[in-house]
């Protein structure tokens, strides 16, 4: 084929991808693009493979690719996108910023903000329609934007809401074309994406200059990372390194914990059994209070539905690191500079770990089954020393949001599949239609497993 698996990539990256485990095995080498500017890469889809890449040590494998460079082009050098002694300095210097005590503190304003869309969900005295992937990504940056930024969030939600989709879209475009134009070509979407970034980095610099004119003892991630220092050198951050973090974390910390809250609260809407075992443990442990950090770890029923949500829909679907020196994985030998991709969608799909893969099944993580798993079986959030600083957060608010709103309320989530888009984090391709109803007397709940749902269809480019 003259383009490779181009075209197939485009047009459903996620069935390619798995269709090349599924037919070819563990490690596969695909290729896509024209002769002369052809990419190749690996495919590792098998939990032993995905360990060695990820969790193999950081000098054996990068994230010198294409697609980071263009995030990193776009949204900074934060610590999503760093590498070598630049990136082991900014983890040693956010990570104290990110401990399990230190997002304790941020449970109040998850269930806060998941209170106040409660609320207008309840306003209706019967039932009310709506789109949920609008309303968890409104609740999202309402959450990550009080979290890095504190108080005075509601100017700049509405700029970064419309502006993270085009400057996103223009990072995928980017990356994924067969033949990319040259970087000073002022096309219509550059233009569109330039005047998105400038908005953008207009409303972080803004922010960002409050609090460092106001110091005090505020607990937002912004007045947090003025006062952060290198624990080796005590280094502070220069100013374009808080703007690049902080742009990090609005990407990374509302786009895919909203999807991630999209496809749960969805899938509960489609299985009333599992949905009823979520009430029974809300009424257990919570007795319709707010919940607090203390009851995180008491809500396991609402955890393991979180958690099989972002098996099956995970937010970063497929990611890639550079073999620097080379490496020989399954049997496979890799070049040295060879591109490897690993995929949480296919190997959250593996037969060999995931019977009935796309049963929605959250018993797959009762305690007892996720301990007995291969640790790479399962990583939405990668793995090894590269693995999401804020994996903890995430998950937290997921819940916290899970928790809250269901109290009081059940959902009935429309029947059609949920097309997919794939750019730069999985994310559904339109509305998400549910109906929120006042919840009926609790019936007894039944272990019976959910019913397999419909296959959602996928469409998008490669990220």
Same mark, same amino acid.
């Given at each position: 084929?003259?383009?490779?698996?181009?075209? *197939?990539?485009?047009?459903? *990256?996620?069935?390619?991808?798995?269709?090349?485990?599924?037919?070819?095995?563990?490690?596969?080498?695909?290729?896509?693009?024209?002769?002369?500017?052809?990419?190749?890469?690996?495919?590792?889809?098998?939990?032993?493979?995905?360990?060695? /890449?990820?969790?193999?040590?950081?000098?054996?494998?990068?994230?010198?690719?294409?697609?980071?460079?263009?995030?990193?082009?776009?949204?900074?050098?934060?610590?999503?996108?760093?590498?070598?002694?630049?990136?082991?300095?900014?983890?040693?210097?956010?990570?104290?910023?990110?401990?399990?005590?230190?997002?304790?503190?941020?449970?109040?304003?998850?269930?806060?903000?998941?209170?106040?869309?409660? @609320?207008?969900?309840? =306003?209706? $005295?019967?039932?009310?329609?709506?789109?949920?992937?609008?309303?968890?990504?409104?609740?999202?940056?309402?959450?990550?934007?009080? %979290?890095?930024?504190?108080?005075?969030?509601?100017?700049?939600?509405?700029?970064?809401?419309?502006?993270?989709?085009?400057?996103?879209?223009?990072?995928?475009?980017?990356?994924?074309?067969?033949?990319?134009?040259?970087?000073?070509?002022?096309?219509? =979407?550059?233009?569109?994406?330039?005047?998105?970034? +400038?908005?953008? @980095?207009?409303?972080?610099?803004?922010?960002?200059?409050?609090?460092?004119?106001?110091?005090?003892?505020?607990?937002?991630?912004?007045?947090?990372?003025?006062?952060?220092?290198?624990?080796?050198?005590?280094?502070?951050?220069? !100013?374009?390194?808080?703007?690049?973090?902080?742009?990090? &974390?609005?990407?990374?910390?509302?786009?895919?914990?909203?999807?991630?809250?999209? &496809?749960?609260? @969805?899938?509960?809407?489609?299985?009333?059994?599992?949905?009823?075992?979520?009430?029974?443990?809300?009424?257990?442990?919570? $007795?319709?209070?707010?919940?607090?950090?203390?009851?995180?770890?008491?809500?396991?029923?609402?955890?393991?539905?979180?958690?099989?949500?972002?098996?099956?829909?995970?937010?970063?679907?497929?990611?890639?690191?550079?073999?620097?020196?080379?490496?020989?994985?399954?049997?496979?030998?890799?070049?040295?500079?060879?591109?490897?991709?690993?995929?949480?969608?296919?190997?959250?799909?593996?037969?060999?770990?995931?019977?009935?893969?796309?049963?929605?099944? !959250?018993?797959? &993580? @009762?305690?007892?089954?996720?301990?007995?798993?291969?640790?790479?079986?399962?990583?939405?959030?990668?793995?090894? !020393?590269?693995?999401?600083?804020?994996?903890?957060?995430?998950?937290?608010? %997921?819940?916290?949001? /899970?928790?809250?709103?269901?109290?009081?309320?059940?959902? +009935?989530?429309?029947?059609?599949?949920?097309?997919?888009?794939?750019?730069?984090?999985?994310?559904?391709?339109?509305?998400?239609?549910?109906?929120?109803?006042?919840?009926?007397?609790?019936?007894?709940?039944?272990?019976?497993? %959910?019913?397999?749902?419909?296959?959602?269809?996928?469409?998008?480019?490669?990220?």
């Amino acid at each position: 084929m003259l383009l490779g698996l181009a075209r *197939q990539l485009r047009r459903d *990256q996620l069935g390619t991808l798995q269709g090349a485990m599924t037919g070819y095995g563990d490690v596969v080498h695909l290729a896509a693009g024209p002769p002369g500017r052809r990419a190749r890469f690996y495919l590792v889809t098998h939990p032993d493979g995905v360990q060695q /890449v990820l969790a193999g040590g950081a000098e054996g494998y990068s994230k010198d690719t294409l697609f980071y460079r263009e995030i990193a082009a776009s949204f900074g050098d934060g610590l999503l996108t760093s590498n070598g002694q630049r990136w082991r300095q900014q983890r040693r210097t956010l990570a104290p910023l990110f401990t399990p005590r230190r997002v304790a503190r941020y449970v109040a304003v998850m269930a806060d903000e998941a209170a106040r869309l409660r @609320h207008r969900w309840t =306003a209706a $005295a019967t039932s009310t329609r709506v789109d949920l992937h609008a309303e968890m990504v409104e609740y999202t940056l309402r959450v990550v934007g009080r %979290a890095l930024f504190g108080a005075g969030m509601d100017d700049a939600i509405p700029t970064i809401r419309v502006t993270f989709p085009v400057v996103s879209e223009a990072v995928r475009r980017r990356a994924t074309a067969a033949i990319p134009l040259p970087p000073a070509w002022p096309t219509p =979407a550059r233009r569109r994406a330039a005047s998105a970034m +400038r908005a953008l @980095h207009a409303v972080v610099d803004a922010i960002v200059e409050r609090r460092r004119d106001a110091p005090g003892d505020a607990e937002d991630l912004v007045s947090l990372l003025l006062a952060a220092r290198d624990p080796e050198t005590g280094a502070p951050l220069s !100013p374009r390194e808080v703007r690049d973090q902080v742009l990090i &974390f609005l990407l990374a910390g509302h786009e895919t914990t909203a999807t991630t809250l999209t &496809f749960a609260l @969805h899938l509960l809407g489609r299985h009333p059994d599992v949905q009823r075992r979520v009430h029974q443990e809300l009424d257990d442990v919570l $007795a319709a209070r707010a919940p607090t950090a203390e009851d995180l770890g008491r809500l396991t029923y609402t955890t393991m539905v979180v958690k099989e949500a972002m098996r099956l829909y995970p937010p970063a679907y497929a990611f890639g690191r550079r073999s620097s020196n080379g490496d020989r994985i399954g049997g496979h030998r890799i070049p040295p500079g060879s591109i490897v991709v690993v995929s949480p969608w296919v190997t959250h799909r593996h037969p060999a770990y995931w019977p009935d893969p796309e049963r929605f099944d !959250p018993e797959r &993580f @009762h305690p007892a089954a996720a301990s007995a798993r291969h640790r790479y079986a399962w990583f939405p959030f990668g793995g090894g !020393p590269r693995a999401c600083i804020g994996s903890h957060f995430g998950l937290a608010e %997921a819940v916290v949001a /899970v928790a809250v709103l269901l109290t009081g309320r059940e959902l +009935r989530a429309d029947p059609a599949p949920v097309p997919l888009s794939t750019a730069i984090t999985l994310r559904p391709a339109g509305p998400v239609r549910c109906e929120v109803v006042p919840r009926r007397p609790t019936a007894p709940a039944t272990t019976a497993r %959910a019913a397999e749902p419909q296959p959602y269809p996928a469409s998008g480019g490669p990220a």
